[in-house]
């Protein structure tokens, strides 16, 4: 039955409009079989697709409107039902083609991946899993950034997920970030740019502030292509641009080449 509803469930390409079962979408990495644009995928396509088994890690976690934000029960209530997550982050251990790593996952289906405390504080469990096990981490980032219904707290996960980052990297641990789109807001500001190694989905939209708001604020014309990933690549941001299908292969080897250089030091 589920694979009925799955096969007759399809999905428009925002660049050129055509409908593709998603089914077949998932086979070709929810990239457009038509002109190869790429979907914006959930935390569950993300796990698949990188990870040979995963074992998750504080699912129950969920936010609570501890500000009494107008409409913020019924907003986390809707996002849950639409995303299938209970927050806008899993994180757990997996093995990508044998190397066991921390991966988080960020889901813009669930509040455009806003970053509250719940967000924080399950990224902040994962750098100090991490940590303790001495495993490396993988982190794919989406956000739209900060989650304006839980105000300074909401902030001061910027501040909480760097202190673990900066801990697991005193212990000479590896950590790499994948940006797709869109990251942006104070997620960028802080641990999506804090990796050891930075990769970038193509065309993926990476910044703080969006355009229109930097263009009147410095009164001048953007350049073409700006916070997308090629630019960033340009002007040194990011370290290299990796196509999904590549993107497990890729990461699979800096693992090995990290593993390899471990044991070289001892």
Not at 99 to 118: D, H, L, Q, W
Not at 134 to 156: C, D, K, V, Y
Not at 255 to 264: A, F, G, I, M, R
Request: aromatic share 8%; hydrophobic share 35%; charged share 30%.
């Amino acid at each position: 039955m589920l694979e009925k509803l799955l096969k007759s469930k399809t999905k428009e390409c925002n660049k050129c409009k055509q409908a593709t079962a998603y089914d077949e979408l998932v086979k070709n990495n929810m990239i457009c079989p038509e002109c190869n644009a790429y979907f914006r995928m959930n935390s569950k396509e993300r796990i698949d697709l990188i990870c040979d088994n995963f074992t998750e890690y504080d699912a129950d976690l969920k936010s609570e409107n501890i500000l009494e934000f107008p409409n913020y029960d019924e907003k986390l209530s809707a996002a849950i039902k639409t995303s299938g997550d209970k927050e806008a982050v899993r994180y757990g251990i997996g093995e990508i083609e044998g190397n066991k790593s921390v991966v988080f996952v960020m889901n813009s289906e669930f509040m455009m991946g806003s970053m509250g405390r719940v967000v924080g504080e399950k990224i902040t469990r994962g750098f100090e899993l991490a940590t303790k096990e001495r495993l490396p981490i993988i982190g794919f980032t989406t956000s739209g950034g900060a989650r304006m219904q839980e105000g300074i707290f909401s902030l001061m996960q910027m501040a909480k997920v760097s202190g673990a980052v900066k801990r697991h990297k005193d212990e000479g641990l590896l950590y790499i970030t994948v940006l797709t789109d869109p990251t942006t807001g104070g997620v960028t500001a802080s641990f999506a740019m804090e990796g050891d190694i930075i990769i970038a989905e193509p065309k993926a939209l990476v910044g703080f502030a969006g355009a229109r708001v930097i263009e009147q604020t410095t009164g001048q014309k953007l350049p073409e292509g700006f916070q997308r990933s090629e630019f960033l690549m340009e002007h040194g941001f990011v370290d290299m641009i990796e196509k999904r299908e590549k993107l497990k292969y890729t990461i699979s080897n800096i693992l090995n080449l990290h593993k390899k250089s471990e044991v070289v030091s001892i």
